[in-house]
């Protein structure tokens, strides 16, 4: 699969209406003198679950039979899916058993458990987590509803794309967090089937970024996992990745990378100037304006604040000036 039609996303809109928030676009005054055209922050962190995976979840959740919703929901994630498929799961009458690494953020693992979901931590890597799935699937019978590479998925969050257009119907550029390519990739077909000649830039963090080093490499491979403040995008595409790789490859116009003290920088210009809490995953947006990294800008753009799901304890750091606060973790 490398395409999907826009009556897909909208079939998928009005499935998850009235379980998943519409989140606003404002535009940012800082960023529009900065950058010379309108720049619209899409406000995804709103979202009640804290990021844009409640539409993906919700989408893939509502798509599952009753038996399979009777059986259960399983998954691996950094975080934020499992939220969000914690959450979509129980609005439905179903459970959820999440498994996660040794990397993900307390205060993500701590609300999943909030949540009613049953929590699984093993190894040191989304992989990892991904193994204790499929033992899952195949020995209990429990349903996977995977982070990013699977049609639901996708289909979900590209929902958020039309909602975009539909706000800025000038948009020349969107900006979009990018690991395994679920955002990403319904983003850019959901405002590529609406204007053609949009422009959709993927970003992502420069330790790890498996997307990246996958479309490089012409397809998927394994990256070593690292921490880093844009922790949600974290962790591989799945060797065997059926869906997102592909649309990855054909749809996005560019990678760009971003280090550490880039991510920081758009975490504070989130606060400072914006007044918005995001997370590293959601400040790269930012954090690719202000390095200059985003080039050809000739029309409004778009950044998409996927998510707010930071520890509070680590934002704070990072607004007092830490431009790598996770490097103890890494050493």
């Known amino acids: 699969m490398s395409v999907m039609e826009l009556d897909t996303f909208l079939a998928a809109r009005q499935r998850i209406a009235g379980r998943v928030l519409r989140t ?6 800082a960023l529009s003198e900065r950058c010379g055209v309108p720049v619209g922050l899409k406000l995804e962190h709103h979202q009640t679950t804290g990021s844009f995976k409640l539409r993906g979840a919700t989408n893939a959740v509502l798509s599952l039979s009753p038996e399979q919703r009777a059986r259960g929901v399983v998954a ?75 049609p639901a998925i996708v289909a979900g969050q590209g929902t958020l ?13 969107v900006l979009a967090p990018l690991s395994g390519g679920g955002l990403a990739a319904g983003v850019a077909a959901a405002v590529k089937a ?19 080093a996958s479309l490089d490499a012409g397809r998927p491979v394994q990256v070593e996992e690292e921490a880093s ?17 592909a649309m990855c490859r054909d749809l996005l116009d560019e990678v760009v ?23 590293g995953a959601g400040a790269v947006g930012f954090a690719a ?15 998409i604040l996927s998510g707010r799901n930071i520890d509070m304890g680590l934002h704070l750091r990072v607004i007092n000036g830490e431009t790598d606060p996770l490097r103890e973790v890494r050493t």
Not at 24 to 29: C, K, Q, T
Not at 194 to 212: F, S
Not at 293 to 303: E, M, T, V
């Open 161 to 173: 794309g039309l909602e975009i257009v539909e706000d800025m119907p000038e948009v020349s550029m």
């Open 76 to 150: 691996a994630s950094t975080g934020n899916h499992g939220r969000a498929l914690a959450h979509a799961a129980k609005a439905e009458g179903s459970s959820a058993t999440i498994c996660m690494s040794r990397l993900v953020p307390e205060n993500k693992v701590s609300e999943i458990r909030r949540l009613g979901a049953n929590v699984r931590i093993v190894g040191r890597s989304q992989d990892e987590a991904q193994q204790e799935v499929d033992r899952l699937v195949s020995e209990e019978g429990l349903v996977m509803v995977p982070p990013f590479d699977h």
């Open 289 to 303: 304006l202000l390095a200059g990294k985003i080039r050809n800008i000739g029309g409004p753009i778009a950044l």
């Open 229 to 245: 403040l844009a922790d949600s995008l974290g962790g591989g595409i799945g060797l065997d990745n059926r869906v997102t790789f």
């Open 24 to 29: 606003p676009l404002v535009l940012s005054a």
């Open 257 to 279: 990378l971003l280090s550490e003290d880039e991510i920081a920088a758009g975490i504070r210009h989130a606060y400072e100037q914006e007044r918005e809490i995001v997370e």
């Open 194 to 212: 609406c204007r053609p000649e949009a422009r959709v830039i993927g970003l992502t963090m420069e330790r790890g970024a498996a997307m990246k």
